[in-house]
């Protein structure tokens, strides 16, 4: 498959914040009540980076800044981190990712989300995680496929 750079379009809905996190670290809060099938975030496109692009005397991208997707073997995509980044697991989660392919991201509201709420979804795929830390009711204790 040929892979290529596209322009990164993002629009986050103007009610999302960044806070430090009960979950994990920082997360992404709502500052107004939002309805449930309301579009939260939408980021298409990134930058196609191939592991050899890595090296020290090719691309240089401060690590911290971005977050990376694998599309295939020593093919990533890379793109800035901002509020789709700080979506936290939640084993009872208010938001899913609707995207159909790896240089989307479409988070919309499942249900309604309370002003001063962490959006959260259940990333239970491909994640470094193991030990689920939403504290929620209904927590697996793990994130692990169901």
């Known amino acids: 498959m040929n892979?290529?750079?596209?322009p990164i379009t993002m629009w986050?809905?103007?009610?999302?914040?960044?806070?430090?996190?009960?979950?994990?670290?920082?997360?992404?809060?709502?500052?107004?009540?939002?309805d449930a099938g309301e579009l939260l975030m939408?980021?298409?496109?990134?930058?196609?980076?191939?592991?050899?692009?890595?090296?020290?005397?090719?691309?240089?991208?401060?690590?911290?800044?971005y977050n990376q997707e694998t599309l295939a073997e020593n093919v990533f995509i890379v793109t800035p981190k901002l509020f789709h980044y700080y979506i936290n697991h939640s084993c009872e989660p208010n938001a899913i990712d609707i995207s159909r392919c790896a240089n989307s991201t479409q988070y919309v509201a499942l249900r309604q989300i309370r002003?001063?709420?962490?959006?959260?979804?259940?990333?239970?795929?491909?994640?470094?995680?193991e030990v689920c830390l939403c504290k929620s009711p209904r927590c697996r204790w793990s994130i692990v496929s169901h």
């Open 3 to 6: 892979y290529q750079t596209e």
């Open 12 to 34: 986050f809905d103007r009610r999302l914040v960044l806070r430090m996190s009960p979950i994990h670290g920082i997360g992404t809060f709502a500052t107004h009540d939002i």
């Open 115 to 129: 002003a001063n709420e962490e959006v959260t979804a259940d990333y239970y795929d491909e994640t470094t995680l």
């Open 42 to 65: 939408l980021v298409t496109g990134g930058l196609i980076v191939r592991a050899e692009d890595r090296q020290p005397d090719k691309l240089q991208l401060a690590a911290e800044m």
